[in-house]
């Protein structure tokens, strides 16, 4: 009897917004991987020699193909099964576009904000200010409709939750009584849903010696 294919082998961190986009969509795919949790400080020898980037996430496929991008382990996902088209393809360049802004220029004044005591040549509510030029985007598209792109979720969505979830808890009680009300829905929305609960179950730190397999 031929052996079976081994599994995809994910290596992820629990809290790590490009880690968790990468699950999320593997899991909304229903697509079975190898769950591999990483030390960020002490990374498996067997995670750097398959991409010397050495960054999360990385999805190692059965041909040994490595995807070491939260995108494209995205949208190798949806390419298996997208069930409830998040890919809208005829909306791509903006999904595309909202996805780019997010993790460019969004994400920087993210950390900036998170980590105002290491940025001390401005105030917080300086670098805070102006991450909400992204939160003013979004909400105003979420007065249009429920998700960002229209009334169904895309991968816009999924791909920006974890930032945007980031953002809200470095002052969760700030956010919540922001005029933020349609992304604090939004968010609520992705915080609560079953997707998301499922993909942020705790498993302890992989190693090769220790053998303990786990699955998303
Ligand atoms: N562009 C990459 C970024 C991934 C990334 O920066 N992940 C962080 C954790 S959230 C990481 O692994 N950093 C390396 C480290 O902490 O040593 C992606 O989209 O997958």
């Given at each position: 009897m031929p052996m079976p294919n081994p599994l995809p082998i994910l290596y992820s961190f629990r809290r790590c917004p490009y880690a968790m986009r990468a699950r999320l969509a593997i899991r909304y795919s229903n697509l079975q991987v190898e769950l591999r949790e990483v030390d960020l400080k002490n990374k498996p020898p067997e995670m750097i020699l398959a991409?010397?980037?050495?960054?999360?996430?990385v999805l190692i496929l059965n041909d040994q193909t490595v995807l070491d991008e939260s995108l494209d382990i995205m949208y190798w996902s949806l390419q298996q099964s997208d069930t409830k088209n998040w890919l809208q393809k005829n909306h791509q360049s903006e999904i595309e576009q909202l996805i780019q802004q997010n993790d460019q220029s969004f994400k920087t004044d993210l950390d900036h904000y998170k980590y105002a005591d290491r940025f001390p040549q401005q105030p917080p509510v300086y670098y805070r200010q102006q991450a909400e030029q992204f939160l003013k985007l979004l909400e105003q598209r979420l007065t249009k409709h429920t998700f960002l792109i229209h009334d169904a979720a895309t991968l816009a969505d999924v791909a920006l939750f974890p930032f945007i979830r980031q953002f809200a808890y470095v002052d969760i009680k700030w956010f919540e009584t922001s005029v933020y009300t349609n992304l604090h829905r939004w968010l609520t929305y992705w915080l609560e849903s079953d997707l998301f609960l499922s993909i942020m179950r705790k498993h302890s730190n992989w190693s090769s010696e220790k053998q303990n397999i786990t699955y998303l």
């Open positions: 991409s010397a980037k050495a960054t999360v996430p």
